[in-house]
């Protein structure tokens, strides 16, 4: 046994890739192995919770046992003594400085945004939010201490049903009631598509809580200068978490710096301001030192921001060739106790997504956001589109077999066709590029989907008690979010652009600074990839910093599968910056014109001459200034913001293979095939990996995952073993492919893959369980369809 | 205090400990050995997975006093000769993490399982981790990178 080398893992890494990958012309397109591995896989990381200062103190969180309540009396007091513990704190404590944490998307004109104090200081409003603190010298007597505390609740009615929420007698979450906003959207004459419709098909989904459950549970750490602050925080958004920390504590925005380190996965989870960041902030600052807390998973599946909960009410008018001419969507959406950062804007983005791939005379959209006392919800692995897609995808499985037609041919009927784009769809977006058919086709044929069918059909007449089904999910989705201008139009309160700097340094070394914050994509890698593209330097001198607003000082952060689509495209324009200004350097040194150069393999050449610059030469003679021209400065360093014109439109066909055993309702994913157009690809390894994980939460969805609350509103729940993520046991192997058709919306033609398969694998498995059970007279079963659910369904039906 | 002795990546320490540490925070937060990290708190995930005198554990579930006299290996201790050990390097080739956070309990976690079976098929793989949880890559290639690491391992001690 002995400590790793680092130059010799290095050395290992490099070696692994020449030997796996063949001489390429162009690093975009390659399957990059990726740069962030060694750190990870040698257990040298950066997580948050891995950091020290000197004389760091540690915060645990008291937190209601009750869904409602009054705070009648609170007492510190018992914890102050206490080994070990430096200091107790209540909510009255922090009530003159911790603001209100933010909403950023008032969806509608009738919303109301409630006051959200980190801390509760009179009521509580959900199981699990913070009433009280301790700070000790470890979290061993921090959590000791947390016993000595005694809080006085009266309790209140809690308020858990949409529905019921609704009705003028139901108790209230807030003075202003339970209704938090509604929006509506129409588009074409809704009436005259039912008035006139051969066939009407109305269902009722319900699109159960999740929780996002990222490996890594938060942690936070703030610490002080007396004057100035810094925070780490397992976050996907430094940017945005420092603007809103000056906003709600008053804390002026630059004495304040955030930084992601190593963040352990996210999928909207970390897409927060959160009351513990809020609260550490206020800590550090009345402490005058160091304070760290680290979650617990129990603390987190209460307390990190739950995903989807709605009840969508769909209503679909078709013609009898399955033609369908209008679609209407009623939504209630569980906004739980609070409206968090992006909470109301998540079922609004499922808006333009409930036409997905298809064109239609009619459309009208409707939402309620509704306050109970449960956990907030907010951005989750999709955030609206897989609740959308859900809905659409699956309705249309119930349109196939109202008409007895095969599932792909009425979307085929209904689909944008390839010589179309760019389409503007019913609800008002262009969608630049596409080939449904293309996609369908290549799915198709990897699947067997002919030979399964039969299988299924084989299986039907022996009265197979194992029966086959097959699930079609044909999606699409918007994504790269987003460009401003339609941020703005919907809203929301910020921009969605993103920010990228490139440093040449002396040695010809690059230095790439993103907005973007990765927790797991491998931005480091793919941005790389562009970079010594763009530049024509080796993939290995180039390094990408990130995560910190005092690196990384502008940056609207990861989230909406945006990095690559946004923020990639910034580092590439910036990088354009980098050529412009070293041309100029070059046509000097050269003495000729810099129209007379060209760029090629990294280097200025003099057109039908050996005369050249390379880009490092440059940067060296950048450095030393020795001979600049008149006007240019001594660095080629330049960076650049990217706002796209448009959302990218991902699409793809996934078709899913399932056994139901119809004796015991036990679902088997006999196989997985889904083809995605992501556009032009950066790093098909990346790529892949982001499908195989999307598809992998979906499923889980489908099967396995749901956040249950009891009658008094406590979460059941709270832990991994009674919330079932899944296994490698419980999943199957997907297998991929692509097609491509280039996004026109920015020069990489990227879309974005990040949340893709999530949003497509849901409906396709539970369109397969629904089909093979269709015979037994089932056309829904409620997810996560587990063995027990199914197998009730197969009881209510059987004579 | 009960005082105990354990060996951690070939380092001897003593250390005095509550009866209540658990061996994680032990590892974390005494020896400064964060490369384990900590993923819950009913051992479902397997993040925190160490050898423990050469079997994998959950180090969440044991207690520091418990592993008094053992020796301890960490994803930090994995490698040997300054190299990292074939099972990391697959889990590199093969792309099987994505942010990482689950990867020291799934290596350490892959590695036993090749104890019981070092050829395993792709459903003894499955199985074998089912007590490790990652939510970034569907488990698609953990599964391969784990074959890799095996065929790797089985070269490696035919040839040495």
Known sequence: MSELDPERVAEQIAQSDQINEPVATSEVGRPRKRKEDARLLTGRTQWTDNLSRPGMLHVMFLRSPMAHARITGIDVSGARGLPGVVAAFSGQDFAAEQGSLPCAWPVS?????????????????????????????????????????????????????????????????????????????NSGDLDAAFRDAAVVIDRTYIQQRLIPSAMEPRAVLADTDGEAFTLWSATQIPHVLRVMLAVVTGIP????????????????????????????????????????????????????????DQIQHIRLAADADGRVRGLQVNLLADMGAYL???????????????????KWDAYEFGCTGVFTTKMPTDAYRGAGRPEATFGIERVMDELAAELKMDPVEVRRRNWIKHEEFPYTTISGLTYDSGNYEAATEKAMSMFGYDKLRAEQADRRDRGDPVQLGIGVSTYTEMCGLAPSRMLGEANYGAGGWE??????????????????????????TSWSQIVADALGVPFDDVTVLHGDTAIAHKGMDTYGSRSLVVGGIAVLKACDKVKDKARKLAAHLLECSPDDLEFDAGAFKVRGTDSQKTIQELAYSAFTAHALPEGVEARLDSEATFDPENYSFPHGTHLCAVEVDTETGMVRIRSYVAVDDVGKVVNPLIVEGQVHGGIAQGVAQALYEEAVYDSEGNLLTTTMADYLLPSAADLPDFTLDRT?????????????????????????????????LRPHGISDVQMPCTPERVWRALEGVRP | MPRITVTVDGIQYEEDVEPRLLLVHLLRERLGKTGTPVGCDTSNCGACTVMLDGKSVKSCSVLAVQADGCDIVTIEGLGANGSMHPMQRAFHEEHALQCGYCTPGMVMAAIDLLRDDPEPSEETIRQGLEGNLCRCTGYCNIVRAVRRGAQEMGQAVSTS
């Open chain 1, 253 to 308: 925005e630059h004495k304040i710096r955030v930084i992601a380190p190593d963040v352990g996965g996210g999928f909207g989870s970390k897409l927060q301001v959160t009351a513990e960041e809020v609260l550490c902030l206020l800590l550090a600052r009345k402490l005058g030192k160091p304070v760290k807390w680290n979650e617990s998973r129990s603390e987190g599946n209460l307390t990190v921001h739950h995903g989807r």
């Open chain 1, 740 to 772: 491509e058709s280039p996004a026109t919306s920015n020069p990489l033609g990227v879309k974005g893959v990040g949340e893709a398969g999530t949003i497509a694998s849901t409906p396709a498995v539970v369109n397969a369980i629904v089909d093979a």
């Open chain 1, 340 to 358: 968090m950062l992006v909470t109301p804007g998540v079922p609004m983005l499922g808006a333009a997504m409930f036409n997905a791939i298809y």
């Open chain 1, 109 to 185: 004109e009738d919303i109301v945004i409630p006051d959200h104090p980190p801390m509760a200081v009179s009521e509580v409003r959900y199981v699990g939010e913070a009433v009280a603190c301790v700070v000790a010298t470890d979290r061993y007597r921090a959590a000791d201490a947390l016993e000595a505390i005694e809080v006085d609740y009266e309790p209140l009615p809690a308020v858990l049903d949409m529905n019921e929420a609704l009705s003028p007698d139901s108790p209230k979450v807030h003075e202003a009631g339970n209704k938090a906003f509604s929006a509506k959207i």
């Open chain 1, 499 to 524: 920010h990228g700097a490139v440093r040449m340094l002396p040695t010809g070394k690059v230095e790439v600074i993103t907005g973007t914050s990765p927790h797991g994509q491998g931005h480091v």
